[in-house]
């Protein structure tokens, strides 16, 4: 088995690899490498790496929650985007792994419209970080370098 002992998976979910151009009004104007690479230089300082991925499909987040358990990653930051809301096989997946699961948002979806302040993810996460714009990742990367956030 791999050792991934140092490294966080950062798994986005569906429309998040249209950052930047989509709706930049709420989500802002960094595409998702701006923010890989922000998490990258981050990272790099806490003596950690990050394995950032982006999928359209609920069953592939599932997938990679899994991996993330199996490589012994130590972390996991979650935007499964409009899937947070929705996904109970998420939520299972996440109460399935012990790696620590951490939910992020670029907005709040608490101040949005009401069909988005259900998560299923919150319901398993070790926390939630939401409503920086790109910096919830940061804040998210640092909450789990500081030992906040453990298995
Ligand atoms: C989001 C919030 C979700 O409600 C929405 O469906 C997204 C993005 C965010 O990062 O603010 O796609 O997860």
Redesign the pocket.
Known sequence: MADASNTIFVLN????NLLGLREPE??GSQTLDDIAGMLEDRARDHGLTIDMRQTNYEGMLVDWLHEAQAEGAKAVLL???????TSIALLDAIKAITTPVVE??????KT?ESF?HLSYVGMAAAATV??HGAD?YLIALDKIASGEISA
């Open positions: 979910g569906p429309n998040l709420i989500y935007n499964a985007a409009a899937y947070t809301h992020v948002h670029l907005s709040d979806p949005r988005r939401e409503g919830s």
